[in-house]
């Protein structure tokens, strides 16, 4: 390999994959590609040499063009059609299955567009039982990838764009699901199938999956979660310790081997290190190939190159070339926030101990363990702060005792238990020891996360932390820093608690977020000393509630009320209940919610910070009212704005609450989504409001917001939002100031619109 080889063929790639997403996603200006064509052809002319770049971006772009043609059509959202399909992925849900499917074949009604690209799509099935590797032809009802447009939190869409999945959906029970072909043996379901029937305890069986077959699916959100909190996520990835584990393993039994048959000259045998190296590709693949696996057993093969006696390529040559080869088989790659954490932390190893001496002893390799931990941590808080918007307090301490228990203990033992699993004691004993380390593990996590829960600092302190975070990792790792620098640099972390936070609001002031949470409802109002919520949003038949991608767990919430009892507004109690604190709940009388609440009634009224609330409806007492004319009527005062908040309420009880209403509203939150059992021409025209929110979801079934609906609301000149296409929405009720409502994801264009 020449030198700056490797380099080179790594930026070509980066260069590839951004171009192709520039084009692609951003729908960059329409000469771009003449003009790069153009360039492409006269830096061949000029370097021919430069071919081999060229070809590396180009595929790099290609690949990743075809995966925006792949995705599904608009106009087959929601239609029905029929795949064959492999299935690549089951995963378990409380009454559903996800399944990951590799479409084979795809066939749409005449009329629509085709779907004969189509790739691989991510459904939901809840009546037949789904096994990997079986064919299957389904009726299925999709959509185009999309996810909630809220900010500072995990974007869904994106998610499925790079992990290459290019639509969502269900299996239609009717017609049933037709098998066409069974399942063929594969090692990897093979050993899913050992573990899921062996003795162990379940959280056994899904972390000795995670961390041996990369199956990290498995894990429940409540492991995510305190792994999250932790700093601890990057230890249950297929990393260079598990591939490099199994490769010094089998090149040990190799040159055992080669001792035995060929004493004299076993120390020139080739073979144990092919052996060592076709054990380190084997096992990446049986992980699934995933970009750290990918680069770790990249890693592994230079190091076994290397440590053979064949030329050693240099450290940041063997980094840039396992960058390469990953965006080359890989491109999507490029948008996985493992993989840069990944060969970030990899990098900054490379600088901390290039040109220092290898350690000697037991002494020698525990300081130098403890010194990369200490200076790895901050730097990686850092990218993970910026990356994910979280900081986890505790993860330098935690990090310190778990990684050497974990590559020391845990995965060994793991490791050990497959090889082992033929005989059935030594087996069940070792795996008996990596179940009785795991609960060790579990315990400091659990201790961890009680002294110091996940922190995510408010948006201002995001870019400052991080970069002092940064400035304490260079001033420590890097050679020729003066001490004092670094010094200066810890007590600059050190006054973090003294950082001016976000400004407190004034009394008076009320800050309104409508957030997108789907077909459902949910909005948040906070003023100098108190958080409200109105409504929870859903909770979808797989079980997610929107609500838990929000906040970060810990919230104290001063009042929620509940509109009333369905499920696209009180789907989020339960997260709630679980994850913050709630002082107050209301909720209309005769409503059967999983919490006990205080009545909401018409003619209740309280003030806070300035800001006066109204409850307009329901009358006190029971009634026979439904569910959703029952719903809960806020007024929210500030000065002489008004924020109307109606629920689900038909027209009946629209007109009872015009005699309420002294005059129009500033803004209102449209009743039932936009249905066209709400709204009537008279309720519009009386309160003629000079902002309608429609809080529903991006191609609901429903047709919200109803068309009939939108003309009444034009006619009366009022600015239409709408979560389904600009995303969560934010405005402030300020007195004797006008209202400034504006989509708060860059998506939508994040500004004032009327």
Known sequence: MGQGIAMPAAVAALIGGFFAWWTGAQSGPWWLPSVMGMGVLLCLASRPNALPWLFIAAVVAVSIQQEWSRQLPVGLSGQDIVIDAYITEVQEQPGARRLRLKVERCTAPRHLPSCERLGSVRVSAYDHAFTPGERWRMTVRLRPPSGFLNPHTFNYEQWLWREGIHATGYVRANPAPQKLAAATPRLRSWAQDYLAQSPLAPRTQRWLAALTLGDSEQLTQDDWTLLNATGTTHLVVISGLHVGLVASFVLLLG??????????????????????????????????????????????????????????????????????LVLFFDPLALWRPGLWLSFLAV????????????????????????????????????????????????????????????????????????????????GALTWWAFEQALGGFHWLLRLAVDAAPLWQPPSSMVYPLAGSLVLVSLCWGLPAIPRWLGIASLALVATLPLWPREPTLAPGRLDVTVYDVGQGQLVELRSAHYRMLYDTGPRFRSGFMPLQSLWPPGQLIDRVIVSHADTDHAGGIEALLSEHRVRQWWAPEGEVLPVDSHPCQQGQQWQQDGVRYRILWPPKGENALSSNDRSCVLVVEVGEHRLLLTGDVGRQIERQLLNQLDGPVSVLVAGHHGSSTSSSVQFVRDTSPRHVVFSAGRGNPFGHPADEVVRRFRQQKSCLWSTAHDGALRFSLIPQQPIELRPLSVLAGGHQRC
């Open 347 to 426: 990098g900054w190893l490379i600088l901390l101990w290039q040109g220092r001496p290898r350690p000697v002893g037991i002494r020698g390799w525990c300081w130098a363990l403890l010194r990369s931990q200490l200076l790895l941590a901050p730097l990686m808080a850092a990218a993970v702060l910026l990356a994910f918007g979280r900081v986890a307090p505790v993860a330098p301490l935690v990090n310190l005792i778990a990684v050497p228990w974990v590559s020391s203990i845990m995965v060994p033992s793991a490791l050990l238990g497959w090889l082992l699993s033929p005989l059935p004691g030594l």
């Open 255 to 324: 040159r055992y081997g080669a001792r035995l048959i060929t004493p004299t000259d076993w120390r020139l045998r080739t073979w144990p290190w092919w052996l060592a190296g076709a054990a380190a590709i084997a096992y990446a693949a049986l992980a699934g190939l995933a970009p750290p696996a990918m680069r770790a057993m990249i890693m592994t093969l230079l190091g076994l190159w290397v440590l053979s006696g064949r030329h050693a390529p240099g450290s940041w040559q063997a980094w840039w070339l396992a960058l390469a």
